[in-house]
C-alpha cells in the first residue's frame, strides 16, 4: 500500500440499514472486493438503535464531536462516552445498542479480524514532532481529530484527513507536527502459530 491521503471529501455517507445513522468509510483492507481485515470508518448517530454484528471483529469506537454517546450491552453494562475523544473497546459480536446523551454525534471506527490483526488506538495530542515508520506486516494511520498535521515534502492534512501508512518493500520514516489532536492507529498483522 505505502503511503496514502483520504481527505474528508474523498468518501460519501451511506444510511444504515436500520435508517438510525450513516457511515463514510474512510478505508478497509484489502480494497479490492474481497472481505475486509480491517476497516476505518466515520459514523453520524442521531438516534438510540442497536448495533450490527461482526462476529470475529473487534471494535475501538471514539467519541469525535458531540455532547456523548452511551453504549448499552446486553449482559447490563453501560458505557458513557461523554468527554472529547473518550474511546470504548468491545468485540464486534456483542450485544449492544447505543445513541446519543444529548443531540448527534460523530464517531469514529477502527475495526479488525482479531485472527488476522492485533490492534491499537492512541489519542495523541500533536504537541511536537511525531515519526512514523511501517515495518513489515505492520500498518499505521494517523486521523486528524482536530487541527492540522504537517509533514515531510510539503505533506499537509487538515481536521477529517486521514493518513495511512504501509510496509510496501519502500517504508520509510515520516517525520509530523503539527497543532491539536490526533488518533494514531497500529495494526500489525499476527504471524501462523505452529
Known sequence: MG???????????????????STRELIQWPGDGQAWQWRLSIADVDRDAPFSGFPGVDRILVLLSGDGLVLRFADGREVRLDTPFACARFPGEAELS???????????????????????????????????FASAGETWA???????????????????????????????????????????????????EG
Not at 4 to 19: K, Y
Not at 167 to 192: C, F, K, M
Open 3 to 21: 503511503t496514502r491521503i483520504l481527505r474528508s471529501n474523498d468518501s460519501t455517507r451511506q444510511p444504515w440499514a436500520n435508517g438510525a445513522g
Open 98 to 132: 447505543g445513541g446519543p446523551i444529548d443531540g448527534p454525534t460523530t464517531d469514529f471506527n477502527l475495526m479488525w479480524r482479531r485472527d488476522r490483526f492485533d490492534a491499537e488506538l492512541w489519542v495523541r495530542p500533536m504537541v511536537g514532532s511525531l515519526q512514523l
Open 142 to 192: 494517523l486521523h486528524v481529530a482536530a487541527g492540522h498535521v504537517d509533514g515531510d515534502e510539503g505533506l499537509h492534512l487538515d481536521a477529517g484527513d486521514t493518513l495511512v501508512s504501509s510496509d510496501d518493500g519502500s517504508a520509510r520514516h515520516l517525520r509530523l507536527d503539527g497543532a491539536g489532536t490526533a488518533l494514531l492507529v497500529r495494526l500489525q498483522e499476527r504471524q501462523d
